[in-house]
């Protein structure tokens, strides 16, 4: 038996399953990403899915979707309750999910990562275009046949080119001039933000590419 599979999670389960969640800062978060997703998206479509474990506790929740061409998945609100965190669920809850994803040949993957998230994506290979127009880092990428395993390598192997494919317009709508909108504070931030994503922040060689384009 495997030791980790997923569940899907309607809103009741959902909302019973969080209950249990002891700690204030991940109660507060995953009444949030429920709100969310009510206001974004039908439960009767798709509900969160959960990491669970061969006992079926819940370890860890992820909302997503897969659009209806199946060329883009999209990660929206991840989260591991703080009892369950530093233990590889998160990363083996978008291994599993990632996979699911290859199967049925999606082509790209894209999320936002706030600030306090960015380590956690960086080490698993992600690249970040820019930001949003409220400041969240914006990732756009190819999907790799073999899923999160394949991030690092692809990262690593192809060129911006390449990775940004036909969707430079996509991309470029998402993150033009925004960190120049950043408030004093997001500015603060952000400017630590560069320079420990380093390399993982390619808004300059964006920029260039964008010109030549011209």
């Not at 991940?26 to 997703?37: E, G, K, N, P, Y």
């Not at 993150?175 to 420990?196: C, F, M, P, W």
Request: charged share 20%; hydrophobic share 40%; aromatic share 12%.
């Amino acid at each position: 038996m495997q030791p980790y599979h997923l569940e899907s999670l309607n809103r009741d389960a959902y909302i019973a399953s969080t209950a249990l969640i002891q700690d204030a800062e991940s109660t507060r978060f995953a009444d949030q990403s429920l709100a969310w997703w009510d206001r974004h998206f039908s439960w009767n479509a798709q509900g969160c899915s959960v990491l669970c474990d061969e006992n079926n506790a819940h370890l860890c929740y992820l909302f997503y979707k897969i659009d209806r061409y199946g060329q883009y998945l999209t990660l929206y609100n991840l989260f591991t309750p703080q009892s369950e965190q530093r233990k590889g669920y998160a990363t083996e809850l978008l291994r599993l999910i990632l996979a699911h994803a290859a199967e049925k040949h999606v082509r790209r993957i894209t999320f936002t990562s706030v600030s306090a998230s960015l380590d956690f994506y960086a080490l698993l290979g992600f690249i970040y275009w820019g930001v949003n127009d409220i400041g969240d880092y914006y990732c756009n990428l190819p999907l790799p046949v073999d899923g999160l395993d394949g991030i690092i390598g692809m990262i690593q192997k192809d060129d911006l080119k390449t990775l940004i494919g036909a969707n430079m317009t996509k991309i470029y709508a998402k993150i033009e001039g925004n960190e120049h909108r950043l408030s004093s504070a997001q500015t603060l931030i952000y400017q630590a933000d560069i320079v420990k994503l380093g390399e993982n922040y390619v808004l300059n060689q964006l920029h260039i590419l964008k010109a030549k384009e011209v």
